[in-house]
Structures are given as C-alpha cells and as structure tokens.
C-alpha cells in the first residue's frame, strides 16, 4: 500500500500536525506533500519524513503573508504528481482536499473544516487588512468557493473531526462524512496534587479565538489569567489586558503539562471545530468552562448532566459578562469536578484511539479498491 499524506502547510506544532503525526508513525514510508514548509518548526517524526513543497514555498515573505497568497493555492495543491500511489490521506483545512489523485487510488479526505477562510470566518481573517486587500479578497472569495465546492469530487470519502464539521460538510459540499476525533496524547499529561490560583488560556492568537473576550471578563474581575500561545493577534491582546492577565508566549508540552495540571479551570472563549486544548486540560484532571458551541459540545460533560461525570461547564452567550458569570458558578460549584474522574473521560480520546480508528478506516478503504480491481481484472474485454 504506497501511500501519499497531503497535508495544507506545515509552520507550527498544533491541532492538524499532531493527527499529521499519528499518519507518520503509523505509516512511516510514505511521502508527504504540502504547500510549503518553514524547517524545523515541527516534530522530528514529521520532519524526517520524505517532503515534497509546490512552488508557493518559493514565495516572498511567505511566513508572514502567506494568507494572501491564497488564491495561488488551489494551483500549487493540483500540480502534485501522485501517479505511484494506491492511497492519498488529505488533511484538510485549507485545500489539501484539492490534489488530483490518480483514477486508480483511492483518496479519504480528513477534514478538519471546509475552507473557513472564504466560508464562515472570511471576516475573523482579513478583519485588520487594509481596504484594498479585503477588496481582492471578496473578489477571489467566490472562485476559491466555486473551486472548493468542485475539488470535493476527487475525495472518495470525508472523513470529519466532529459531528459539528459533518455537518459544514454536507452544507457546502453536499456530502456526507463519517466522524473519527483527533488524537489527544493522554500520556503526556498528568493530574498534579496542588491546585494553584490561576485560570488559563491555552491558543493561537487569532481574531476569531476571542480570546479578547476572556481579557474583558478576567479585566473587569481582577482574577489571575495565564495566556499561553502566539500569534497575529498578539500586541492587540497585551494592549488590551490589565496587570492581572499574564502572557506566557511558547510552552514547551512539558512547560503545558504543568500549566494544565495546575490551573482552576481552562478558559475556552471562541467556537471551534473541535479543540484540543480542553481535552489536555481534562487529560490533566482540570475542568473547562467553555463557549456553548462547536466542538466544545462535544467533547465538554457539563455540570448538572445526571448521565456523565462533570468534566466542565458553559457559557451561553460569547460575551465577557456571560463568561464571567461561568467563572462564579464555577468557583461556587468547584468542588463537583474530580480530577481523576475528568482524566478518565479523556482518554475516550486518547492518541492511541484514533490511530486504531483511523488505521481501519484507511485499511477498509484500500481492501475495497482491490476488490474492485480485482473485479475488473475477471471481466471479458467486449
């Protein structure tokens, strides 16, 4: 079985390179194709795979700019030569989905959202672009819609991290998918003795995280907030945040594992397709108080639900005074949440679970191919 894993781009260590990992060691001869791909900014294990990069990795200011080359993308993914393979795994954000596999392989698309850069959070994206690019950007919008919309032909079958993107998938493309989640490596965190006095972001700083949300609320309340991440949306965040909200930058998993096993709760403001950090979180035995949409109601068991343990609880409207509210009644209810019961629920998705699941799924997808080969091999010429 020659596989080929597409994957978007790879400048980072986060939710989409650590299932980008998993297929690594599960598979570790195959290539691995993607856009472009700044050195050393991911781990060993994808970083020693084979790597093949298109034209945009030739770009100028790529890593800074790279969004607003987008309209070049759906071309660089289709100038791919995946003639040699019997498999191709996209990983799909962006337009991984788009490579043009031979017409004898089979392609299963894992997808992480439909294209959310032209379909629901266009505006979160290019929000601080200047006139003339949100411009250019509404032009292109339509053709990266049509094309997206088009390339979603070339999948065999989708593949989505959530119920919550199935459903975005049959919305936009009209297809249906089966749900498998991505991989929480469970082992790398664990629940500490102490409790310390302080509540915790853990995210990229992009607009639509909100994490500007979490800043009012904790601004106003004075209670200890530590941010941990980076980004675009960073100097905005820092100006915003009183002495109370402290920026941590980059951790290290071994500097997360212990953030996470000693914060009062993690702090889950924006709406997301899935979310790793909440599962961390509860792999280190601390509850979430989480925005009441997307992934998070998936993944979340929320306080008062007689049929599951607690693991954490919601906030209904995506404003500071209703995340505030959560933190009260959470800090009125703290002592319903035990660390050991909230681990244990998170090892539902633990990394060695979706390997198997998704392992059997590539495996039940190839057995069919051959079977059709094999089919056709048997039949007369007419």
Known sequence: MKIAIIHDWLIGMRGGEKVLECLCELYPDAHLYTLFHVKGSVSKTIEDRFIKTSFVENLPFLKRFYRYYLPLYPLAVEGFELKDYDVVVSLNHCVAKGAIPPPNAVHISYTFTPMRYVWDMRGEYFSESNRFSRKAIGVFSHYLRMWD????????????????????????????SSVIYPPVDCSGFGISGKTGDYYLIVSAFAPYKRIDLAIKAFNDSGRKLKIAGTGQDEKRLKRMANKNIEFLGWQSNEALNGLYARCKALIFPGEEDFGIAPLEAMASGRPVIAYAKGGALETVAPLGVKESVPTGLFFAEQTPGSLAEAVRYFEKNEGSFDGASIREYALKFDKAVFKKNIAARIQEKYAGLKDREDVKEKQPIS
Request: net charge positive; glycine share 4%.
């Open 149 to 176: 919309v088009t390339s979603s032909a070339r999948v065999d079958e989708f593949v989505a991290i959530s119920n919550h993107v199935a459903k975005k998938i049959e919305k936009y493309y009209g297809r249906r």
